[in-house]
């Protein structure tokens, strides 16, 4: 079963627009962490944003800001104010650890399928 | 600083050859990762490896052969490898396994 579902495949906007991206993840662990990373055309996945699922405070940091809701299951991401260096894949990951975090946990990072966002001049 | 190198840049190689890709770090991280990536896909998860134990193989071919020299150093191994086995394939490390993980640039490789 997905764990963490990106429904918008492509989403195409006008430099200066801002743009939304979902993520939608599922999990039974009281324990876990979400991620967004970015990939640009070039292939290097750029780590965003680390959010634990104790820590629901939204974030901005720049022209990025994530909105983190756990009755909804959901970490969106918003880009303000779109520039075409923003053009590229974002992948929304979940890390998923049963009972406490210790040196030995390992949470397997499971990654949505991804949005391809296009910013046009 | 949290850069991941990855050599090649790009490999094309005969399902015959051997060859090696390479991925470095100095961030003083403990474990490294290698993961395989398809055009328009996510990126799958190959190998794991904890203080340069392997901790994780995901059911990959023998033909895929990862080595941890050293806590720095990771190194995966291809042999007699399929078209089919043509992608991205990145390498990444955390500080350890719950921490977030950086990844390099990766290498694309080609198998004619």
């Known amino acids: 079963a997905q764990k963490v579902t990106q429904a918008q495949t492509e989403i195409s906007v006008v430099e200066k627009e801002d743009v939304t991206l979902d993520c939608v993840y599922e999990?039974?662990?009281?324990?876990?962490?979400l991620f967004w990373y970015k990939q640009p055309p070039s292939g290097e996945l750029v780590f965003l944003i680390r959010?634990?699922?104790?820590?629901?405070q939204n974030e901005i940091s720049g022209r990025y800001s994530w909105n983190f809701q756990k009755s909804t299951s959901s970490f969106n991401f918003t880009i303000t104010a779109s520039q075409v260096v923003d053009s590229a894949v974002y992948f929304c990951?979940?890390?998923?650890?049963?009972?406490?975090?210790?040196?030995?946990?390992?949470?397997?990072?499971?990654f949505g399928a991804g949005t391809q966002v296009v910013v046009t001049p | 600083d949290t850069e991941v190198t990855q050599t090649p840049k790009h490999l094309v190689m005969g399902m015959t050859n051997k060859k090696s890709l390479k991925c470095e770090q100095h961030?003083?991280?403990?474990?490294m990762y290698w993961y395989k990536q398809k055009a328009k896909k996510p990126p799958e998860l190959m190998f794991v490896?904890?203080?340069?134990?392997?901790?994780i193989n995901e059911s990959v071919p023998s033909r895929f052969s990862p080595e941890c020299p050293n806590s720095s150093l990771l190194n995966l191994h291809l042999h007699a490898l399929q078209p089919e086995d043509s992608a991205l394939y990145l390498c990444?490390?955390?500080?350890?396994?719950?921490?977030?993980?950086?990844f390099g640039p990766g290498t694309r490789l080609t198998v004619l």
């Open positions: 959010r634990n699922s104790f820590d629901e």
């Open positions: 999990t039974r662990d009281t324990t876990y962490y």
């Open positions: 990444a490390s955390s500080r350890t396994l719950t921490d977030t993980q950086y």
């Open positions: 990951a979940l890390s998923e650890f049963q009972g406490l975090v210790t040196t030995d946990s390992w949470g397997k990072f499971q």
């Open positions: 961030m003083g991280h403990r474990a």
């Open positions: 490896y904890s203080y340069e134990k392997l901790s």
